[in-house]
């Protein structure tokens, strides 16, 4: 990756890319409303924090009145702009990191794969476990590039509508807040009477005796024509 270009990773990954070479780094945390407020809650706490306060009062200023579709549009902008001056835009992800960048970037951009590679982690028992990670380079999607009907085109879309659900969500408990617990609450109780009325019908269907296929005998007597 050359100097000047712009690399879209994790936090945590771009402490380190900082060192390699002078590029322009943007973090996924900054444009995730739930992962933005969790940075600027320091704000809120006192004593030694891991992320600066300054930094926390600037994005707060910038970006902390923009709900999480907003800041999926900022993104968005930003990236494509810089696509379009020629620039070169990479992500670095995870398999889901990438699958959530999808998402928010929509279907503005194709994804060029330059490199990957594992990192083996190790945990608290030290048994290794290894991380995907790859590279790729933000390309404008027109229509000679769309890609065909296949897995990745379905999990793709898959990534965008899995964004949008999750945005309209968030507006939606902004608008009315509580209002989505009270109605998984009438989910959740007409869940209960369906399986409810399930059951009634399965009792119901062990009680009532099978006549297919049997005799019924009567004991009444044959009736006796009645002559005029």
């Known amino acids: 990756v050359p100097d000047g270009a ?13 060192f390699v070479g002078n590029y322009e780094l943007y973090s996924f945390e900054t444009f995730d ?27 707060v200023d910038t970006l902390g009145k923009m709900n999480d579709g907003q800041l999926a549009a900022l993104q968005r902008s930003l990236l494509t702009s810089n696509v379009a001056a020629g620039r070169m835009v990479v992500v670095l992800a995870s398999p889901d990191q990438l ?23 190790f945990t608290k028992d030290d048994e290794p476990r290894p991380a995907l990670w790859t590279l790729y380079r933000l390309q ?8 065909p009907e296949s897995l990745a085109s379905v ?18 408990d902004e608008k009315y807040p509580g ?5 998984d609450e009438v989910t959740d109780t007409e869940k209960q009477i369906r399986e409810l009325r399930d059951k009634a019908k399965q009792l119901q269907a062990r009680a009532t005796p099978n006549l297919t296929g049997k005799t019924i005998v009567t004991n009444l007597p044959t009736a006796t024509p009645i002559k005029p």
């Open 155 to 172: 999990d793709e879309k898959i990534d965008k509508l899995q964004f949008r659900v999750r945005t309209l969500r968030d507006e939606f």
């Open 33 to 59: 409303r739930k992962l933005l407020t969790w940075r600027t809650d320091v704000l809120k706490k006192e004593g030694p924090a891991p992320f600066q306060r300054l930094k926390a009062k600037e994005l």
């Open 99 to 121: 699958r959530t960048a999808r998402g928010r970037l929509g279907d503005a951009f194709s994804y060029e794969r330059l490199t990957e590679w594992y990192q083996v982690n």
């Open 140 to 147: 404008p999607r027109t229509k000679n590039s769309l890609i």
């Open 179 to 183: 209002a989505r617990q009270k109605w």
């Open 6 to 18: 712009i690399i879209v990773a994790a936090g945590s990954v771009l402490d380190s890319v900082e």
